[in-house]
């Protein structure tokens, strides 16, 4: 139980410099940067070349992990600003 909860903060931590790095507005504050942690180590996984590099914490490699929330946090963003303006 201990490892799953140090999972889902450091999926936060990385999410949220992934959104700091694009400099979005990740909807969902805390759950969606924790959403984009996950989503953005699950990426990074499978970004070839990056997968071993640099640290590991709680099962996730950092550096995969803070590219790939960056790349899903940036077409999170994409998809939002389309989203807005096919309501306008």
């Known amino acids: ?3 799953f909860i140090l999972t889902l903060l450091v999926a936060a931590f990385v999410g ?3 959104d700091a790095i694009v400099k979005n507005d990740m ?3 805390f759950w969606g940067a924790m959403l984009a942690g ?3 180590s699950w990426i990074g996984a499978y970004i070839p ?3 071993n590099i640099g640290p590991t914490v709680g099962g996730i490699a950092l550096i995969p992990a803070i590219l790939g929330a960056a ?3 940036f077409l999170l963003g994409l998809f939002k600003r ?3 303006r ?3």
């Open 38 to 40: 996950l989503i953005g």
């Open 82 to 84: 389309a989203t807005v």
């Open 1 to 3: 139980m201990l490892g």
């Open 16 to 18: 949220w410099i992934g």
């Open 27 to 29: 909807p969902g504050g």
């Open 86 to 88: 096919a309501g306008e």
């Open 71 to 73: 790349i899903f946090v």
């Open 49 to 51: 070349f990056f997968n």
